[in-house]
């Protein structure tokens, strides 16, 4: 049978992004079918090929991570030839993406209303710190500052004694990425209908905002803020990591039926008789004193004998597993979480799968990470130029050519 196209095939979209969440939308957007354009500065190119170490064969790990599917070019945006050519790629593109500070596309003579003019088709996706409207609009943002102002170091971490605690991931930067994607592709859907682009705008200080439904609810509920639980669930019990003879594991016993079945599996069928966990509201109520009373019992066999006597009775529950662990499970090998390319400088290449399956369609990771500026002469051959032409801008520094 042959395969079905990718969903975004045919849209074709330049990447004025670094780092990681303008790169992660693009690199989503590519997986996706799109023919994305990621356009450096001449100075180095994206800051992540900076972010070093660790490097494979001289090319930064985060670049390559966060790169894939996309074509390459390396151009000089002070310059005028250099303006004129990224407004030439923008007048017959589908998006756009940056995530500059809040006046610098305005300052190339590249704002919305300006691109609007020239091409009404196109989508302006924005990422930024803290959105582009409100009093912290021209604020800069970077992950950390972000999970602070949204609230999540407020619930992270072990308590609210022990000093402030961030998400071990980037997650607002991730989270924006995923943000815009999911915009940029709802907005290229309305283009199908009407011919006409919009403006995309997220942020940092959102995508943080978006973990904190079940800690808002509680706050908007009583008008108190909820701390830190360390791995515990702020609303149903028991939903953390207990202790084992040799370890941890997280359980989610977090209804009444998956309660009772937990008691079966410790032999411990009392405890629903003990007033103070009888209801998740009664467990909720006295979390300390159960975590303790089934730590002792978890402590009496191992994780692996425990997991296997949780999966068999319909527990929800799983290991705590390292990053280099995760990688090599085999689920995530089954679900194609780990992808490779073959790289021109590096060879092969091992990223992060995309985490969408569509089903039929070609494999998501087919071209490696660019090298700084790899396919310069190429577009700029798709827009009209010629060799000659090509050669006076690499010669004048407008561009750059691996």
């Not at 190339?108 to 609009?137: C, F, M, W």
């Not at 995309?354 to 369609?361: E, P």
């Not at 070609?362 to 990470?369: I, K, T």
Request: proline share 5%; with cysteine; aromatic share 6%.
């Amino acid at each position: 049978m042959s395969q079905q196209p990718r969903p975004l095939e045919g849209m074709r979209v330049i990447e004025l992004a670094h780092i990681m969440a303008g790169p992660l939308c693009g690199m989503m957007l590519a997986d996706m079918g799109a023919d994305v354009i990621k356009v450096e500065k001449i100075e180095g190119g994206d800051d992540s090929r900076r972010m070093v170490p660790p490097q494979i064969e001289g090319e930064s790990a985060a670049f390559l991570m966060m790169n894939r599917n996309k074509r390459g070019m390396a151009l000089d945006l002070k310059s005028d030839d250099g303006k004129q050519i990224l407004t030439e790629l923008l007048k017959d593109a589908d998006c756009v993406i940056e995530n500059f500070r809040h006046d610098t596309m305005e300052r190339l003579g590249l704002s919305y209303d300006a691109l609007k003019a020239i091409n009404p088709g196109l989508i302006y996706v924005e990422i930024s710190g803290y959105g582009r409207t409100g009093p912290y609009r021209e604020r800069a943002g970077f992950d950390l500052v972000a999970q602070g102002a949204s609230g999540l170091m407020s619930i992270t971490g072990p308590g609210q004694d022990d000093g402030p605690v961030k998400v071990g991931a980037p997650v607002t930067d991730i989270t924006a990425g995923i943000l815009a994607a999911m915009g940029a592709a709802a907005a290229y859907a309305g283009k199908q209908k009407t011919g006409l682009g919009t403006r995309v705008d997220t942020s940092l200080f959102e995508a943080g905002i978006t973990h904190t439904y079940w800690q808002s609810a509680i706050a908007l509920a009583t008008g108190v803020s909820p701390q830190a639980l360390g791995s515990a669930h702020p609303l149903n019990a028991p939903y953390q990591a207990f202790q084992t003879a040799d370890g941890y594991i997280n359980i989610g016993a977090a209804n009444q039926r998956n309660w009772l079945r937990l008691l079966d599996v410790i032999g411990a069928p009392e405890l629903n008789d003990d007033s103070r966990f009888s209801s998740n509201a009664d467990r909720m109520s006295n979390l300390p004193e159960l975590v303790a009373v089934l730590n002792g019992y978890f402590q009496r066999h191992t994780s692996e004998d425990w997991l296997e006597q949780l999966d068999q009775a319909g527990v929800p529950a799983g290991p705590i597993l390292s990053i280099g662990e995760m990688l090599e499970h085999p689920q995530a090998i089954a679900r194609d979480m780990v992808v490779e390319t073959e790289h021109d400088r590096v060879g092969s290449v091992k990223g992060l799968g995309m985490a969408v399956k569509f089903h039929g369609a070609e494999p998501v990771s087919s071209r490696p990470p660019p090298t700084h500026g790899q396919h310069s002469h190429q577009v700029l051959k798709e827009l009209g130029y010629s060799d000659t032409e090509i050669e006076a801008l690499y010669t004048r520094g407008v561009i750059h050519s691996a």
